[in-house]
């Protein structure tokens, strides 16, 4: 069993809807990310917390809102999506920058 | 601009067939540089963390080895459950510190 856990694994949603990922870690963790894996493309951040404060926001668009309401748990909400966001999203932990990340099995999202 | 990429795309051994996958990186510094494997339908799992030129990891069938250009993952007598996608990520040491990852090498041992 992973200690970071994502859910739901699989997400299928229309343009218009209005969704939410959720990634808990049982690591004890400081810092928590988001990110997104498209096909042939490499991993790509999207947003960082460290100690539940954001600090990095990689030129995501707006239609993604990400929360972090404790240094274990992390949402990243979702709204108005396009199909070009269909992708598997990853969520993964990690003691800090020079620390490996700890990812999660990840939620493969289709946007139709 | 600060790059990495991996070759080959991918690669296909016979059971046994020692290879090699390499990372060539161009950062302005170098912190550090990761080796994940992912299998499908799973997040990445790390497996080694390299800091200098000359620097050596290993674990069971795998050798990570670094240079001041790319870093190789040596994969000794493959065996089928080796099959995976092998991700290199590097840590620049520019302000942003953002891991960048290369896009992978997927690998096939055949028994």
């Known amino acids: 069993e992973t200690g970071v856990t994502q859910t739901p694994r699989h997400l299928v949603m229309g343009m218009t809807n209005k969704k939410s990922l959720k990634c808990e870690q049982h690591?004890?963790?400081?810092?928590m990310y988001w990110y997104k894996q498209s096909a042939k493309k490499p991993l790509e951040l999207m947003f960082v917390?460290?100690?539940?404060?954001?600090?990095e926001n990689n030129s995501v668009p707006s239609r993604f809102s990400p929360e972090c309401p404790n240094s274990s748990h992390l949402f990243l909400h979702l709204h108005t999506l396009q199909p070009e966001d269909s992708a598997l999203y990853l969520c993964?932990?990690?003691?800090?920058?020079?620390?490996?990340?700890?990812f999660g099995n990840g939620t493969r999202l289709t946007v139709t | 601009e600060d790059q990495v990429t991996q070759s080959p795309e991918a690669l296909r051994l016979q059971e046994g067939e020692s290879s090699s996958l390499n990372c060539s990186y161009t950062?302005?510094?170098?912190?550090?540089l990761f080796w994940y494997r992912q299998d499908p339908g799973k997040g990445p799992e790390f497996l080694f963390t390299?800091?200098?030129a000359g620097e050596e990891k290993e674990k069971e069938r795998l050798k990570a080895t670094l240079t001041k250009k790319e870093s190789f993952l040596h994969i000794t007598a493959p065996k089928p459950e080796d099959s995976a996608t092998y991700l290199c990520?590097?840590?620049?040491?520019?302000?942003?510190?953002?891991?960048?990852f290369g896009q992978g090498t997927t690998l096939q041992v055949k028994p």
């Open positions: 950062v302005s510094g170098l912190r550090g």
């Open positions: 990520a590097v840590l620049p040491s520019s302000n942003t510190g953002k891991l960048i």
């Open positions: 917390y460290n100690f539940k404060e954001q600090t």
């Open positions: 690591l004890g963790h400081n810092a």
């Open positions: 390299l800091y200098s």
């Open positions: 993964a932990s990690s003691q800090g920058e020079l620390s490996p990340l700890h």
